[in-house]
T-cell receptor, first 112, second 110 residues
Framework: DSGVTQTPKHLITATGQRVTLRCSPR?????VYWYQQSLDQGLQFLIQ???????AKGNILERFSAQQFPDLHSELNLSSLELGDSALYFC???????????FGNGTRLTVT | GIQVEQSPPDLILQEGANSTLRCNFS?????LQWFHQNPWGQLINLFY???GTKQNGRLSATTVATERYSLLYISSSQTTDSGVYFC????????????FGDGTTLTVKP
């Protein structure tokens, strides 16, 4: 058990809808990262937060947004969903930038 | 940005065999991680190894930072070792975001 909790485990929704994925980092970790893993793209970095502030941005679509709350949990919001958004979404946490990443079990999103 | 290449892309072993997986990276890094993604999709942290050698049971890893590669050794493989093995390196030291290689898919047959 990595200590990183992601909910829900599975999500099935229709095109055009909006969903929210939730992540609770390991106790003591201030950094939260979101990654997308789709069949044809591998593991792609989306965004990083550190202690509530956005720290780095990767290949995150404008339809996607995230935030980290004062209790350090994070949410990834995906809107106007398309079939191509179907993927496994991982959250990871670390004590600080450059420290080892610890991944949650992921949320499997299926857009129909 | 930094490029990460893993080899081989696929590996099929008989239970009990040994294997070596390789990760090459295009620029100097100050940390590197190896992960195992099991058939259920979970990403398990194996090693955090910016340099040197570490061992954990049947698995060990060596990173030679000056030559920009890392090796993951699996000895006496078991069917539970099947899955995809990824190495990841940070894109830059300030941000902490990591680039993942495309992975090596390992299948261990009984």
């Amino acid at each position: 058990d990595s200590g990183v909790t992601q909910t829900p485990k599975h999500l099935i929704t229709a095109t055009g809808q909006r969903v929210t994925l939730r992540c609770s980092p390991r106790s003591g970790d201030l950094s939260v990262y979101w990654y997308q893993q789709s069949l044809d793209q591998g593991l792609q970095f989306l965004i990083q937060y550190y202690n509530g502030e956005e720290r780095a941005k990767g290949n995150i679509l404008e339809r996607f947004s995230a935030q980290q709350f004062p209790d350090l949990h994070s949410e990834l919001n995906l809107s106007s969903l398309e079939l191509g958004d179907s993927a496994l979404y991982f959250c990871a946490s670390s004590v600080a930038s450059g420290s080892p990443l610890h991944f949650g079990n992921g949320t499997r999103l299926t857009v129909t | 940005g930094i490029q990460v290449e893993q080899s081989p892309p696929d590996l099929i072993l008989q239970e009990g065999a040994n294997s070596t997986l390789r990760c090459n990276f295009s620029d100097s890094v100050n940390n590197l991680q190896w992960f195992h993604q099991n058939p259920w999709g979970q990403l398990i942290n194996l090693f955090y190894i910016p340099s040197g050698t570490k061992q954990n049971g049947r698995l060990s890893a060596t990173t030679v930072a000056t030559e920009r590669y890392s090796l993951l050794y699996i000895s006496s493989s078991q069917t539970t070792d099947s899955g995809v093995y990824f190495c990841a390196v940070p894109l830059n030291t300030n941000a902490g975001k990591s680039t993942f290689g495309d992975g090596t898919t390992l299948t261990v047959k009984p």
